[in-house]
């Protein structure tokens, strides 16, 4: 909605507190979700550098059917998310996307003047779209780009957050010119720490649901923590993998495994008894990934994928011998591994991975 009343879409020209000028808003694409609150733009910092601008847009909220209960929701999520990234930010998360700065600007000559917003470090593109745009990338950057990833949620577990969002279009790669981009986490939206607690963690499904693991597919989300927050995370990871190596979804691929009358969309008994339906389905879905990979990691591969999406979340995580976390869901072991696969991968000569 680009309402010429309202100053959140009219921000080209300003200059934001910090010095931050606003040089192009950014037109979301058409298969985009989320963001139906916002309105990016890119943005120039005092010393020239680039910077991604989030602007929260509160215009929808005043059509919605409960205007005061969105307009609260707004505001509780953008200020969850902001003090996050702070968090982020003094903590050195070095796989989570750097906030640059945050505030408010007023522009009195709309009748929504005051718009808040928050600056991010600018990617080159995200995973999603560096796949469409090259089938060439090599294994190292996939298997790379996993590690980074595992790396970020990890550092985000260890302060007590769970993102509960890891899609691809939220994996954001810089320097992707280089042979070895890099990879980080972004988007908290959608995030939730043990300390605070925001509005959306009452959802079934915080997330997207093309990415939500199936107990919450199928309305068994657990209550605790760990099996509720950690475990989605896990589960995310293996399906972040699945796709960078077969361009299907885990999700996409039990849906097609399971008996249409067993998917979540038409099942109408619990998930306990549904359950074991899903693991047959998800071990035939692992075949398919075991096809894709090349066959010096596809067992590695498909090991790592089946422990982080075990249909249970209680038992998910990385379960080779001796390797589960006496913690449950810490991904220490996970990202080790990972790092060993692109270590592997790395010292073969190009296409050295048969």
């Not at 999406?309 to 998910?316: H, I, K, Y």
């Not at 390797?323 to 990972?338: E, K, Q």
């Amino acid at each position: 909605m680009n309402d010429r009343r309202n100053a959140a879409h009219n921000l080209v020209g300003k200059v934001l507190p910090g010095e931050w000028t606003v040089t192009e808003k950014i037109v979301r694409d058409a298969d985009a979700t989320g963001g139906n609150f916002s309105v990016s733009y890119h943005v120039k910092g005092p010393n020239g550098e680039p910077g991604f601008c989030k602007v929260l847009d509160l215009t929808r909220a005043l059509f919605a059917p409960d205007p005061a209960r969105v307009l609260q929701n707004l505001t509780e999520s953008y200020n969850a998310e902001r003090d996050l990234l702070r968090m982020c930010g003094e903590r050195r998360l070095s796989r989570i996307v750097v906030a640059l700065h945050d505030g408010v600007i007023v522009l009195p000559e709309y009748q929504m003047a005051a718009v808040n917003f928050i600056i991010l470090e600018t990617a080159d593109n995200d995973i999603r779209g560096l796949l469409n745009h090259s089938d060439a990338i090599d294994i190292v950057v996939r298997l790379r780009c996993l590690h980074h990833v595992a790396t970020g949620l990890q550092q985000l577990h260890k302060i007590g957050c769970a993102h509960q969002d890891v899609k691809p279009s939220n994996v954001l790669v810089f320097n992707s010119a280089d042979p070895r981009p890099e990879s980080k986490v972004g988007d908290l939206g959608r995030a939730s720490h043990q300390t605070r607690e925001v509005w959306h963690d009452h959802l079934d499904i915080v997330g997207d649901p093309t990415y939500a693991p199936p107990e919450q597919l199928y309305r068994a989300t657990p209550i605790e923590f760990g099996p509720r927050r950690l475990a989605c995370d896990l589960y995310q990871l293996g399906g972040l993998a699945c796709f960078l190596f077969t361009n299907w979804t885990i999700n996409a691929l039990l849906m097609r495994e399971l008996h249409p009358s067993l998917n979540w969309t038409n099942w109408t008994g619990t998930y306990a008894d549904v359950q074991r339906y899903v693991g047959d389905a998800l071990g035939r879905a692992l075949e398919d990934l075991r096809s894709c990979a090349p066959k010096s990691i596809a067992d590695d591969l498909v090991e790592l994928v089946r422990a982080l999406c075990n249909p249970d979340p209680a038992l998910r995580g990385y379960s080779g011998p001796g390797l589960r976390s006496a913690s449950g869901y810490a991904l220490d072991r996970i990202v080790t591994r990972l790092d060993l696969l692109a270590r592997r991968a790395e010292s073969l000569p190009p296409k050295g991975l048969p």
